[in-house]
C-alpha cells in the first residue's frame, strides 16, 4: 500500500506542478487559433519550399494539440491540398515545439530542456525535409494521397475536421477584438483540453508508477550511466524506442522523461524520447490507416533518423560545453502542495479554465464533444459560432 501511496504522490506533486503551464500554453493556442483560418493553412503549405515549411512550423507552434489530433488534422490539410512534408512539418511543430511542452519542460527538468526542444525541433523539420526530397517518390505521394481518401478512421477525426477560428473579415487584431473571439477562444481551449486529459493522466500515472517502483539500478543498467561515451551514443537511439512502446504521447510523455533523465539516460537521449510521441505503436497504426503501410515506414524511419540526429546535435551542443544540466540537481516533484508562487499561479489557472469552460457550455459546445472521435466524413464540415 504505502508503493502505491508514494506513486501517487509523485503524481499528484507532478500535476500540482505542471498545471498552470497546461493552462497557460493551451489559452494561447487557442487565442492564435481562433483567428486563423485552416483555409489560410492549406493555401500556404502548398509545396516543400523552405518558406512553406518555415510556415508549416509556425502554425504547427501555435496550434498545439494533442498527437492524435495533430496527426488527424495533418491529413485533413494533405487531403485539402497541402503537400504532404508540409503537412508532416505541421505536425512536428504542432507536438514538439509548442509553448505547454516547453514550460513544463522548464519546471520539471531544468531550461536547458526547454532551450533543446526549440533547437532539436528544428533539426528534425530539416532532416525530415531532406531526407522525403531524397526519397519520396510520385508514386509513393499519389498511393498515400488514395489512401488518404479512402477516408479510414483513426482518431479524433471529429477534433481537427472542426475549424473554430472567427468567420468575421479583417486582419488578425481585428478578430480577435471581436465578440465572437471569446467563443472561439473557449471552444478551442476546452476541445484541445477534451483531446489531451487522457494521455496526461496516463503518463502522469506511468511516471508516478515507475518512479517509485523501477529501481534506479535498473534504468543505470539500461542506459549504461557507467560509460559516458557509450550512453552519450547510446541514448539518442534507445531513447525513441522507449517512446515507441510506452503508449504515451504528447506533453503525457514529460514525467516520464523525468524519470529516465533521473534514471540514467543521456541529455540527447532524453530529448530524443520527448520527441519521438509521433512514433508511439497506437500513432503509427493510425498511419497505416491514413497512408498506407509503404508510407508508414517512409515516416517511421524518417522521423526515427531524425530524432536521432537530432539527440546527437543537442548532447554535443550542450555537454561538451558545459550547458548540460547536472543530473544531480533532477528530482521527482513529491512536495505536494504548498503556499509558494505554483499555487497562487495555479489557482488564476483554475479561475481562467473555469470562465472558459462556463463559456464552452453557454455557447453550444456540449455537441461539440460528442462529434470529437467523428468521423472523415466530418472533413469537409466547419463549425460556426
Known amino acids: 500500500m504505502n508503493a502505491i501511496e508514494h506513486a501517487l504522490r509523485l503524481t499528484g506533486s507532478m500535476t500540482w506542478e505542471i498545471l498552470w503551464a497546461l493552462v497557460l500554453g493551451f489559452l494561447l493556442s487557442a487565442v492564435v487559433q481562433a483567428v486563423v483560418r485552416r483555409g489560410t493553412m492549406v493555401r500556404l503549405l502548398g509545396d516543400d519550399s523552405p518558406r512553406s515549411l518555415a510556415t508549416a512550423t509556425g502554425f504547427g507552434i501555435a496550434s498545439s494539440s494533442c498527437s492524435y489530433a495533430a496527426v488527424a488534422l495533418a491529413r485533413s490539410l494533405f487531403r485539402k491540398g497541402a503537400n504532404f512534408t508540409a503537412a508532416m512539418t505541421f505536425q512536428i511543430a504542432s507536438t514538439n515545439m509548442v509553448i505547454e511542452l516547453g514550460v513544463i519542460l522548464l519546471l520539471l527538468m531544468g531550461w536547458q530542456f526547454t532551450a533543446a526542444e526549440f533547437i532539436g525541433g ?29 477516408g479510414l478512421s483513426g482518431s479524433m477525426e471529429g477534433h481537427a475536421a472542426m475549424d473554430m477560428s472567427v468567420r468575421r473579415k479583417g486582419g488578425f487584431l481585428r478578430r480577435l477584438a471581436s465578440r465572437e473571439a471569446a467563443t472561439s477562444v473557449s471552444h478551442v481551449f476546452v476541445m484541445e483540453w477534451a483531446a489531451i486529459w487522457k494521455d496526461l493522466v496516463i503518463g502522469l500515472l506511468i511516471a508516478g508508477a515507475v518512479g517509485a517502483w523501477v529501481p534506479d539500478s535498473f534504468w543505470q543498467g ?23 512502446i510506452s503508449f504515451v504521447c504528447s506533453v503525457g510523455n514529460v514525467p516520464l522523461a523525468v524519470v529516465l ?19 508511439i505503436l497506437p500513432i503509427l497504426n493510425i498511419y ?49 502542495i504548498s503556499w509558494n508562487y505554483t499555487t497562487w499561479l495555479n489557482i488564476v489557472a483554475v479561475i481562467l479554465a473555469v470562465g472558459l469552460v462556463v463559456r464552452f457550455f453557454r455557447s453550444g459546445g456540449r455537441g461539440m464533444l460528442s462529434m470529437m472521435g467523428g468521423a472523415p466524413s466530418m472533413e469537409g464540415s466547419q463549425h460556426g459560432h
Do not use: C, N
Open 122 to 150: 528544428p533539426v528534425i523539420i530539416v532532416i525530415v525535409a531532406l531526407l522525403f526530397r531524397r526519397l519520396l517518390t510520385t508514386k509513393l505521394i499519389r498511393d498515400a494521397a488514395e489512401q488518404a481518401d479512402k
Open 288 to 336: 497505416r490507416k491514413y497512408y498506407g503501410w509503404r508510407m508508414t515506414m517512409m515516416i517511421a524511419g524518417t522521423f526515427y533518423v531524425a530524432m536521432v540526429v537530432a539527440g546527437y546535435v543537442v548532447e554535443l551542443l550542450f555537454t561538451p560545453t558545459g550547458l548540460a544540466p547536472s543530473r544531480a540537481d533532477a528530482h521527482l516533484p513529491d512536495a505536494g
Open 222 to 244: 539500461l542506459f549504461l550511466e557507467g560509460h559516458p561515451v557509450l550512453a552519450a551514443i547510446w541514448g539518442p537511439l534507445i531513447g525513441p524506442i522507449v517512446a515507441v
Open 261 to 279: 533523465w533521473t534514471g540514467g539516460i543521456s541529455f540527447g537521449g532524453v530529448i530524443a524520447f520527448v520527441f519521438a510521441d509521433l512514433l
